[in-house]
């Protein structure tokens, strides 16, 4: 993430700001053109808020056309106006701004409907009077329920990572594509009756919200012997799934992503109840960036995923402060500049290779220095720079796509009925109930693993967005593998 500054006084600030420390101003995220601004209230106007732009070379963006004139509205050289988004006023988390011609009016609570009519007859409250929601939030359609407030806390923490994983996506221009829904985010807390899943389906991303607490998130990592497993990383893999289905099996490039990635329909339950019991793996460093990679090309691609958005937010950040880095050694001391990654024209990825590693040379040295675990406790091998190659030039589209041919016949998978006993691993904190893969077109793709049966979710309430829909209540599917919850955290 780079550096913000604030537009008034021109004090350094951080893109989960709220108030300026340096003259008070309140802040707010512009989604529209990616950059942190002070506002005030609209002297006109109290739900209003106007951009002050005192600092040289802060106004805003020009070369927009010109609206048609109103004798109602302000001057034309007045400056923008923006809404705070509604879980900025009622929770105090969000800080992204609603341009006043954006922004989507909020449904009904679930309790404002009996139970049964969730999604269906839940009218929404007229627009004028329903709170707006920012593009961040909107996504977002099913929360916790808020009235207990550890789970108002792990939203709020949740909502700050999605926030940054769209940030990363807006800069690669991908957070929103034309003729696609999603993502859609569900966020939800385990029951005694209903485990939830953490896992995408259809472009439903699910998290269990037990992931926002330090303590269960570093148990299920130590269960798991995981290396490294955050919220940013979950959102981040689970959007690599998302992604999958858009960019490569809808984009085109699928018989270009299995010359790198393997073939995606071997079978995803057997490759996971395969991966569970022959734990420990080894000798996969060179072509895989973690272990859960190797169960199966999807989530191969969905880990290096997360491994590219990793890695270009980090030297963002790098750049940002004109980070310069150099390794004295016997023979010189060679010296690398750090690439913004999401400059113009695009960074070639060698040059981005270049800076990554002394970069994460650095910031492991500069943890250990502090006593705390390696922050990056990854290797690259050659195979794993291909496959970072391969998203790199994906999300540029620097690849040529091959339409997707209609498939000629179909066929179902076998699905096993349970998984093996795991093999020297400790279970998965979440095991639950998976449905077998979608039926597969005869040498054709397949979508991306489905989050498949979760029972009922007690007190679970919809967003104030846009969407609201009743949880996920079909029962697993008769004979569907038992398969231990995959570790999808990287």
Same mark, same amino acid.
């Given at each position: ?53 005192? +600092? ?14 109103? #004798? ?41 409907? !009996? ?28 929360? !916790? ?29 991908? #957070? ?13 807390? @385990? ?10 389906? /259809?472009? +439903? ?9 330090? @303590? ?29 289905? +858009? ?19 071997? @079978?995803?339950?057997? /490759?996971?109840?395969?991966?569970? #019991? ?51 050694? !016997? ?14 024209? +695009?960074?070639?990825? @060698? ?23 390696? /922050? ?58 998976? #449905? ?13 693993? /489905? ?40």
């Amino acid at each position: 993430m780079r550096l913000f500054h604030c537009t008034h006084c021109g004090s350094l600030v951080f893109f989960d700001s709220s108030e300026c420390l340096g003259c008070g101003s309140a802040l707010a995220f512009d989604p529209d053109r990616l950059e942190m601004m002070a506002l005030q209230p609209a002297a006109d106007d109290p739900t209003l808020w106007e951009r002050l732009n005192d +600092v040289p070379g802060a106004s805003p963006t020009a070369g927009t056309a010109p609206a048609p004139v109103d #004798a109602s509205a302000p001057p034309a050289d007045a400056a923008p106006r923006y809404r705070m988004c509604a879980n900025r006023e009622a929770h105090n988390a969000c800080n992204f701004a609603i341009p006043c011609d954006a922004g989507a009016p909020a449904a009904a609570p679930m309790d404002a409907a !009996p139970a049964d009519a969730v999604g269906d007859a839940a009218a929404a409250p007229a627009a004028d009077a329903a709170p707006m929601l920012c593009v961040s939030c909107q996504q977002t359609r099913i929360l !916790p329920d808020l009235s207990d407030p550890n789970n108002v806390r792990r939203w709020t923490n949740i909502e700050i990572a999605k926030r940054r994983l769209y940030y990363s996506l807006a800069q690669l221009d991908i #957070a929103q594509i034309e003729g696609e829904a999603g993502p859609v985010y569900e966020f939800k807390a @385990d029951t005694p009756e209903a485990p939830v899943m953490t896992g995408h389906d /259809a472009g +439903v991303i699910t998290l269990n919200v037990a992931e926002a607490d330090d @303590d269960e998130r570093t148990r299920r990592r130590i269960e798991l012997g995981e290396p490294y497993r955050t919220l940013l990383g979950h959102l981040r893999h689970e959007s690599g799934h998302y992604y999958w289905d +858009v960019l490569v099996l809808r984009g085109g490039h699928v018989d270009a992503y299995r010359a790198v990635f393997g073939d995606e329909r071997a @079978d995803y339950g057997e /490759a996971l109840k395969a991966h569970y #019991a022959s734990a420990p793996h080894t000798g996969w460093q060179n072509d895989f960036i973690s272990d859960y990679a190797t169960s199966h090309p999807w989530e191969d691609w969905a880990e290096t995923w997360a491994h590219y958005l990793h890695m270009v937010d980090l030297l963002e950040t790098a750049q940002s402060y004109r980070t310069e880095v150099a390794i004295p050694g !016997p023979l010189g001391e060679p010296r690398y500049a750090m690439v913004n990654p999401f400059g113009q024209p +695009v960074p070639d990825f @060698d040059a981005m290779m270049e800076a990554w590693v002394p970069l994460t040379l650095l910031l492991n040295s500069l943890n250990r220095s502090l006593g705390q675990l390696d /922050a990056y406790p990854f290797a690259m091998g050659v195979g794993v720079k291909e496959k970072l190659r391969f998203v790199h030039s994906l999300v540029h589209g620097q690849l040529t796509p091959v339409p997707v041919q209609p498939p000629e016949q179909v066929q179902q998978q076998p699905a096993p009925t349970e998984a093996p006993p795991l093999a020297d691993a400790p279970a998965p904190v979440d095991a639950a109930g998976m #449905a077998a893969p979608a039926p597969v077109a005869a040498g054709g793709p397949v979508p991306a693993p /489905a989050l498949q049966g979760t029972a009922p979710v007690a007190a679970a309430q919809p967003n104030d967005g846009p969407v609201v829909t009743e949880p996920m209540d079909a029962p697993v599917a008769e004979g569907a593998p038992l398969a231990p919850e995959p570790a999808i955290q990287k």
